[in-house]
């Protein structure tokens, strides 16, 4: 069995492996657009530090941040490169101390429910900094020792060079549906066409053009998000190389994701002494892939309110993607009623590191012709039209 997998973001290289791994013979095709999500994506996978997520959407968060202890074991167990995953912790952040206790609460509940969440411990402002050196004095926290991060294009890396080894191809190029006789039959990319049995539209904020040429509403939209990457310790020493190791750098490498309460932007860090902060989340935007003045300034000032000890570091880059984003703020997970030889995976928003290779999974048994027990809430036809 065939399969075309139309987008290599985290949710076709996740879907590439699977399929792969399950013995279907698998084609990628990737049009490496400016602003893909994955290559932007900040990388926490704590849904317990949520403060909006509720209900059955925290639920399949928490589902896909469970599924990350079985990925990196089973990736690891056929010899797959680095994931990046790793568990540091996560620290909803709050000069209030009433609204910490409330949330210490919503934290032990949840914990009680996902025990992936781990230990929950309220923490005052001397507990939050021994943690997170660079947090404001004020700032009491609620740690929640399971959160995890994860660096997207890696692990999007190890997806595909796992599939690849599996025998999976991967083209360059933009793909467009080949429909004949009212059924999708493959993908047609630089004018030759790829036969297929089945497609997988992953392509994140560009993948209603593609449902639409069915007849199926699909209304995926890009939110922009701007996101900047800093360096600390001795400028110019954020680096991996290890051939001149700085003691001047901090290891940040066990640096928890900070959540402030109140707030959509977060700051997390990763092992070469780099931290994360971000990040905008611009509707209407449109696929503008620039690094705006007020954006930058957005991040900096709030990277900045939380986090004072970063005004020495270095601005090393801003990145921006565009996270894909649904009318109702939920992803679109499985095959189309009118078409079962196309599976939709997209509309992850600001969460698809976390749900993503989860959702691969789920994916990769739809275009398998199964029925994988995908939530309701979840599915293509809730936005009517042929779905
Ligand atoms: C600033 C920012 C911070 C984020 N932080 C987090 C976070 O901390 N935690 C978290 O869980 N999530 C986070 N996210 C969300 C997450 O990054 C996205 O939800 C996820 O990466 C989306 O993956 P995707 O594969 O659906 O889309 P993408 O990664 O955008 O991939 C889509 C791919 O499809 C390709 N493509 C499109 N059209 C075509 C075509 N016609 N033919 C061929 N190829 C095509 C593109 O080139 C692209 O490679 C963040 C996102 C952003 C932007």
Do not use: C, K
Not at 57 to 69: K, N, P, Q, S
Request: hydrophobic share 45%; glycine share 14%; no cysteine.
């Amino acid at each position: 069995m065939r399969i075309v997998i139309i987008g290599s973001g985290i949710a076709g290289a996740g879907t590439a492996w699977q399929l792969a791994r399950r013995g279907a013979e698998v084609v990628v095709v990737d049009a490496d657009l400016a602003g893909r999500a994955t290559a932007a994506g900040a990388g926490i996978v704590s849904p317990w530090n949520s403060r909006t997520l509720d209900g059955e959407e925290l639920a399949f968060h928490a589902e896909g941040a469970a599924y990350y202890r079985t990925l990196v074991e089973d990736l690891a167990a056929e010899g797959a490169g680095e994931t990046s995953f790793a568990i540091v912790g996560g620290l909803v952040v709050s000069p209030d101390e009433t609204w910490l206790r409330e949330f210490h609460e919503r934290a032990l509940a949840r914990a009680r429910r996902w025990p992936d969440a781990g230990e929950v411990t309220l923490l005052d402002p001397a507990g939050a900094a021994e943690r997170m050196p660079l947090l404001a004095p004020e700032l009491g926290a609620v740690h929640i020792a399971g959160g995890g991060r994860v660096d997207g294009r890696t692990l999007r890396e190890t997806f595909l060079a796992a599939a690849a080894a599996r025998g999976a191809r991967l083209l360059d190029g933009a793909a467009e549906l080949e429909v004949r006789s009212g059924r999708v039959a493959g993908v047609r990319v630089a004018g030759d066409v790829v036969e297929a049995d089945g497609v997988v539209l992953a392509a994140g904020a560009w993948t209603a053009p593609l449902a639409a040429a069915l007849g199926v509403p699909l209304p995926v939209e890009p939110q922009r998000g701007q996101i900047s990457h800093f360096g600390v310790g001795e400028p110019g020493t954020a680096s991996s190389d290890s051939a001149s190791p700085d003691t001047a750098s901090p290891d940040t490498a066990a640096w928890p994701v900070v959540s402030p309460a109140g707030s959509g932007h977060y700051m997390l860090a990763f092992p070469d002494s780099r931290v994360v902060a971000g990040a905008t989340r611009e509707t209407g935007a449109g696929f503008d892939h620039r690094v705006t003045a007020e954006g930058q300034r957005e991040v900096l000032t709030q990277a900045l309110t939380v986090a004072p000890g970063l005004a020495d570091a270095t601005l090393l880059e801003t990145r921006v993607g565009f996270r894909p984003v649904t009318p109702d703020g939920r992803p679109v997970i499985g095959a189309l009623e009118t078409h079962p030889e196309v599976t939709v995976l997209t509309g992850f928003g600001a969460g698809g590191l976390t749900i993503g290779p989860y959702a691969a999974s789920l994916a990769a048994a739809a275009a398998l012709g199964e029925r994988p027990g995908i939530p309701a809430l979840l599915r293509p036809e809730r936005f009517g039209g042929a779905g």
